[in-house]
Nanobody, 123 residues
Framework: QVQLVESGGGLVQAGGSLRLSCAAS????????MGWFRQAPGKEREFVAA????????NYADSVKGRFTIARDNAKNTVYLQMNSLKPEDTAVYYC????????????????WGQGTQVTVSS
């Protein structure tokens, strides 16, 4: 089992940047693929980015490609989401998640979730 704690959210102006971090407990962090999801008010939770166990494979939602970068440091048990050129429509609660099986961008493949961190982008 793994516990996840997100940090780094906040209020930023449009065009600005934030870096989210997700710290994982346990010694088996590298055995999980990781992902970031977000949920805006009144909307379903949606996929943002995912990264393989090694960190060599990455996948992004079309809405964030070229602006967001996912990375992981297995020595630090941490996954990051660098968010640049932020837009008001990026406003949401951002969740990190860990999956033990086959790498996927689907929520069902992620077994462990953090509590979320709020990102608010003002226009």
């Amino acid at each position: 089992q793994v516990q996840l704690v997100e940090s780094g959210g906040g209020l930023v102006q449009a065009g600005g940047s934030l870096r989210l971090s997700c710290a994982a407990s346990g010694r088996t962090f590298s055995s999980y693929f990781m992902g970031w999801f977000r949920q805006a008010p009144g909307k379903e939770r949606e996929f943002v980015a995912a990264i393989t166990r090694s960190g060599r494979g990455k996948n992004y939602a079309d809405s964030v490609k070229g602006r967001f970068t996912i990375a992981r440091d297995n020595a630090k048990n941490t996954v990051y989401l660098q968010m640049n050129s932020l837009k008001p429509e990026d406003t949401a609660v951002y969740y990190c998640a860990a999956g033990p099986g086959v790498w996927t961008t689907q929520e069902g493949g992620y077994h462990y979730w953090g509590q979320g961190t709020q990102v608010t982008v003002s226009s």
